[in-house]
Structure formats: C-alpha cells, structure tokens
C-alpha cells in the first residue's frame, strides 16, 4: 500500500522526549528508564483533520452533548463502501455507543440472559473475560489452533456444550483477531456463519481493528458474510486513528437483528462525549490518506520486528501479524515459565513470566501472555506501533538481557 505523499510516516514523527510528556497510560504506568510496548497506544501525532476539527470545536465552546449518531453512521458507511466494497450499512441499523466494549456488553444485555454463555476464541484480548463475566454471563472457550486461528471443529464443540447449558448462546468474535493479528477470511467467517445458525448462536463481532489491515491480507466484515444476517458488529475508529481517550463507537445490526437493536436503551447513547463523536466521523471521513501512510509505517516495522527477532531472539516464535499493529511472540523456548496456575484472565498491565523477565533484566514493558487465556502463557504481546528506533531498542535490550 502506498502512502499519500502528502502526509509522512506518523510512527516517525515524535520522539522520544516529546512521548514521554503524554500523560495517558502508556507512557506514565512504568518508569522513565523503560521502553513501554505492552498497552494498545500508538505513538503518533494525532491526524491532522482531526486535530483541526477538534481545535475547531473547543475555539467556538462547541462541548455540549453529541447530536447523534447519523453523521457518524454516514462516514463508517461510506469508509466501510471504500475501503471494503461493503454496501450494507445504513446509519438506520446502528447505535451510538460509548467505546466498543461497552457497545458489546450492551448488544450482549439484548440478546442473551443473565447465565447465559458467552463464547470465546483464546488467547484473546483480556477484557472480553471480565466483561463477560461482570455483566453476569459465562465464558466459554474455544481455543484457537496451532496457527492463531479459529480452529473451526472446537468452535463447533463450544457451540454445541454451551448450548446445552444456555437457553441462549452468543459469541464473540474478535475481528482481526487480538493478540495473534489473524484476519479472518471470507471463507472462514462464511463457516463460522454456518455453525452459528446451525447452533442458533447470536455473533456479535469486535471489529475495532478493521481498519488496521496490512498489506497481504483482506479484511471482510463479518455482517458482509452469507448467513451472518441476525449478528452484530461494533466498531470504532479508536485503534486505527489514536483515539482512546475520546470515547465514542456504534454498534451495527444486520438485517435480522434491527429488532434486537431497537431495544437497545436510550439513556446507552448518552455515554459517548460530543468530541469523541466528532473525531471518529471526521477520521472515517477524512483520515485515510493519514491512515494510508501509517499501515505502510506499520507494515514496515512488523518486516523491522522479524529480522531484529532473528538477530537478537532467534529461539523465540513469531509470525507476522495480518492486521492489527500488536505482535504475538511465544517465549516458551526461553525457560521463562509462568508461575503455576498462571494461564488465565487478566488485567493487561498484570505481568509474569517472560514479559516479567523483560521488564526487570531489559527495561521493556510488554503485555503478559498469560492473561489472555488459556494458551497464553509463556507468550508476550508488543506493540510495534512505534518509532523504528524505538522499536530496534526494545528488542536489542531484550536479546542482551538474555545473553546478560
């Protein structure tokens, strides 16, 4: 993919003084001395459509309450049309949301009971467990294979055992997938539809990662698939522009399921803030030469991540990541046991074995493999959404603190 010419490598741009003046989590959890690659932060400016925007608004006091959800609506419909020749979303079948995983509680309140099981892919993104959990459901899990993908045959044993317990069953699909940057193919969520209709499993997909696709692969939206008509997709434009802190995200139906949405509560709409409203339309609006020029950044670092691996950790397992800008590296050859027990959900910043190691003998925070569940451990997550010379420091520690 080649970048507009127009805008320069955002992962490029700042160094690491000015990164180190950020007050968010990334960069103010751990000490000066580390090199923080754990939590999923980017260290690039903020586009400058956006930023404009949003200078825009605070100059003329525009910091009341959102006017809902249609313009937002609108620019995912027309980005979703451009960058994925996907043409069904309309601004009719969506909900105004506060973030994606408050969007998927939410979906999940409409279409199963307290009790109820919820289905899993592990190792996944850490919070789906105490989301699931706190909203008083169960978690299921269907561990992905050898691969990092879904391992069709144990999705289907999941559906059937949940099923047996659950009046009604949901599962959540993780698109791209959160540690192991697995896209899905067209094929593959074609037969997950398939098995979801069979069990009468409702799909609700966490597609916060979509626009971040790098070159080799092709995203599909999950509501796009044959038979995917009664699931759900949450999405935002939060991962792929930066834009955590400013809180706002839609939940989208497919056709079967606009009944299920429009019982959805009012007061749900009110959590997201004007300004977060406001970046996510203009970034899917006019963020994508910007959004151009860091997947061609990204895609780059991930090529950098594999040979410094090779020079500095040849022992270790990795596989370039599809999408997303996170790295799932399997430590296991290293020794570094996780502590008995220690293969479970967690919070993200909890730390054990080798990124425990990492973080005392290199001075690197990374994301621990064990809380991402089962078949997590021994793992570590790093984010390579970086600088170059950041991201060539980080693992050059990490090799000398091993042969240290």
């Known amino acids: 993919m080649t970048p ?11 160094t690491i003084e000015q990164l180190r003046q950020r007050t968010s989590m990334k960069w103010t959890l751990y000490p000066p001395d580390v090199l923080p690659l754990w939590v999923a932060e980017m260290d690039v400016p903020l586009a ?62 409409l279409v199963t009971a307290p009790g109820d099981a919820v289905v899993i892919n ?27 993908r879904v391992d069709l045959a144990v999705l289907g044993e999941a559906f059937a055992s949940a099923a047996k317990t659950s009046d ?7 698109n791209p997938h959160n540690p192991t940057g697995v896209v899905h193919s067209a094929d593959e969520l074609g037969q997950i539809a398939a098995l979801a209709h069979t069990h009468k499993v409702r799909v609700v997909a966490d597609e916060i990662h979509a626009p971040l696709v790098l070159p080799g692969a092709d995203f599909t939206p999950y509501l796009s698939v044959p038979g995917a008509e009664d699931a759900f997709a949450v999405v935002s434009a939060s991962k792929a522009w930066n834009l955590a802190g400013l809180k706002a995200a839609l939940a989208v139906a ?29 970034a899917f609006n006019e963020g994508e030469p910007w959004l151009d020029a860091l997947l061609a950044g990204l895609a780059a670092n991930r090529d950098l991540l594999g040979q410094l691996l090779t020079e500095h950790l040849p022992q270790v397992g990795y596989s370039p990541p599809q999408g997303t800008y996170l790295a799932w590296i399997d430590c296991r050859p290293l020794g570094f046991d996780d502590p008995d027990g220690a293969d479970g959900p967690g ?58």
Do not use: K
């Not at 507009?4 to 700042?14: G, I, K, M, T």
């Not at 930023?51 to 959800?69: I, K, N």
């Not at 919070?127 to 008083?136: E, H, Q």
């Not at 299921?140 to 050898?146: H, I, K, N, S, T």
């Open 347 to 404: 919070i993200v910043s909890e730390l054990a074995g080798p990124a425990r190691v990492f973080l005392d003998r290199a001075r690197v925070a990374l994301s621990s493999g064990h809380v991402f569940g089962s078949g997590g451990a021994g793992h570590i997550r790093l984010n390579f959404a970086t600088s170059p010379a950041i991201l060539t420091e980080a693992v050059t520690r990490m090799g000398r603190s091993l042969r240290g």
């Open 168 to 174: 009604r069953v949901a599962y959540l699909l993780c």
């Open 254 to 282: 497919g056709p079967a399921a606009q009944a299920d949405l429009d019982r959805m509560p009012e007061e749900v709409s009110h959590g997201p803030s004007h300004l977060g409203v406001l970046a996510h339309t203009v």
């Open 48 to 109: 400058e459509p956006i930023a404009e925007a949003l200078h825009q608004a605070v100059a003329r006091g525009d910091t009341g309450y959102p006017p809902g959800r249609r313009a937002y609506a609108e620019a995912l419909a027309g980005f979703a049309a451009r960058r994925w020749g996907w043409d069904g979303l309309t601004a009719q079948r969506t909900a105004l949301v506060p973030d994606v995983m408050l969007g998927i509680v939410e979906v999940l309140r």
């Open 4 to 14: 507009s010419p127009r805008v320069a490598n955002p992962l490029e741009q700042l």
């Open 122 to 148: 592990s190792p996944v993104y850490p919070p789906f467990y105490a989301f699931i959990t706190n909203a008083g459901r169960r978690v299921v899990e269907a561990p992905l294979d050898g691969t990092g």
